[in-house]
Nanobody, 122 residues
């Protein structure tokens, strides 16, 4: 069983910063890509940023220059540093990972975290 546990969400004012963390635990052989998605009320879930096992990153145009994704492979953890937050960044943020379990090292499973709420007030 593999789990992703997010932390770091909360209520901030526009212009402030937050750092989200997501730690993977369980019977993990390896982790490929890790990423952050978000879902605002009444909207579809969208990709925020993604990072490969080698450290290559990609992010949505709406967060470029403000959000930075990083990972610590030794800790099986991915981070999202969010600066200059705007009210439109308000959403539930979900961690996502492609995980290869010990039991089936040649297969990748897509795992989601439970989500953490980020609220940005104007």
């Amino acid at each position: 069983q593999v789990q992703l546990v997010e932390s770091g969400g909360g209520l901030v004012q526009a212009g402030e910063s937050l750092r989200l963390s997501c730690a993977a635990s369980g019977s993990i052989f390896s982790i490929n890509a890790m990423g952050w998605y978000r879902q605002a009320p009444g909207k579809q879930r969208e990709l925020v940023a993604i990072i490969s096992s080698g450290g290559s990153t990609n992010s949505a145009d709406s967060v470029k220059g403000r959000f930075t994704i990083s990972r610590d492979n030794a800790k099986n953890t991915v981070y999202l540093q969010m600066n200059s937050l705007k009210p439109e960044d308000t959403a539930v943020y979900y961690c996502n990972a492609l995980v290869s379990p010990i039991a089936t090292p040649n297969r990748y499973l897509e795992v989601w975290g439970q989500g953490t709420l980020v609220t940005v007030s104007s």
